[in-house]
């Protein structure tokens, strides 16, 4: 009796379908640990976060998304960001002056953060990883960090921090 012989287009289905399982698989590994990578930040940042824009001392975690924050204590003292895989933005131009400035701790794991400060403000910072810390002209560095309006302690893998300085107001 004779054995039939496969036929190559059947058997180009099977490779076919073969592939296509494995990339299924793929992606639903992909989508399940997005997922469980959302709801263990969800669960971080209920236990873990703390205060809000008014408070003096402000702790945020954030995984799979973004955080907009926008203080306006006059005395604003301590904010504490963790950031996996998502970004950030703080506006600290409703803080005003400072007396004695505002320490950031930024951590970040493939995200990044972007900080607005008011004109004139002298900023301090500190960063250890791969990523950096951008500013624009208009940020004035110093090298003082008790003499600074905000001092930024980083620590990013694959992540950065970018500081802007608001407009100055036009003189009239």
């Not at 379908?17 to 709801?39: D, E, K, N, P, Y």
């Not at 003292?77 to 950030?88: E, P, Q, T």
């Not at 607005?116 to 791969?130: I, M, N």
């Amino acid at each position: 009796m004779r054995t039939p012989v496969p036929r190559p287009r059947l058997a180009l289905r099977r490779e076919r379908s073969a592939t296509h399982r494995r990339l299924l698989i793929a992606l639903l590994c992909w989508v399940g640990f997005q997922a469980v990578l959302a709801v263990a930040g969800r669960v971080a940042a209920r236990r873990l976060d703390e205060g809000d824009e008014t408070s003096r001392s402000i702790r945020r975690v954030q995984t799979l998304g973004s955080v907009v924050l926008r203080p306006m204590h006059p005395e604003l003292a301590r904010i504490r960001l963790d950031l996996g895989l998502a970004g950030g933005e703080l506006d600290l131009t409703g803080v005003g002056e400072t007396t004695a400035g505002v320490d950031l701790t930024v951590r970040a794991l493939m995200g990044g953060l972007a900080v607005r400060v008011p004109a004139g403000w002298r900023v301090w910072w500190s960063f250890r990883g791969v990523g950096g810390v951008g500013t624009d002209h208009a940020v004035a560095r110093t090298h003082d960090e008790r003499a600074a309006d905000l001092r930024v302690h980083a620590h990013a893998l694959f992540g950065g921090i970018g500081i802007e300085a608001a407009e100055a107001p036009a003189q009239v």
